[in-house]
């Protein structure tokens, strides 16, 4: 299983940015996903998760009314749209997929939110 992200950057506050994550396995409908982040000097951090189906989502509140996550299994694809973004969402963002069994991760996305 191979995840790779895409679309970070660098963004003023306020700003908007979409992150992808591309997967390549044939089971991806099969798979929850993650986007975690981890800021320098912090531990890793969930930021939000999505069932298989994509019916179910969980938010970290620190995110709730700004990220939106969602995915396209026919793309065998993960995407996290972040909207008013802060400074303090400044981090590398993985995705990452789990099947009750395995874990697998991405490699990372840097995001910097500064004016």
């Known amino acids: 299983v191979q995840l790779v992200e895409s679309g970070g950057g660098l963004v003023q506050p306020g700003g908007s940015l979409r992150l992808s994550c591309a997967a390549s396995?044939?089971?991806?409908?099969?798979?929850?996903m993650r986007w975690y982040r981890q800021a320098p000097g912090k531990e890793r951090e969930l930021v939000v998760a999505?069932?298989?189906?994509?019916?179910?989502?969980n938010y970290a509140d620190s995110v709730k009314g700004r990220f939106t996550i969602s995915r396209d299994n026919f793309k065998n694809t993960l995407y996290l749209q972040m909207n008013s973004l802060k400074p303090e969402d400044t981090a590398v963002y993985y995705c990452?997929?789990?099947?009750?069994?395995?874990?697998?991760w991405g490699q990372g996305t840097q995001v910097t939110v500064s004016s």
């Open positions: 990452n997929a789990f099947n009750g069994v395995y874990s697998y």
């Open positions: 999505i069932s298989s189906g994509g019916a179910v989502t």
């Open positions: 396995v044939f089971t991806f409908s099969r798979y929850g």
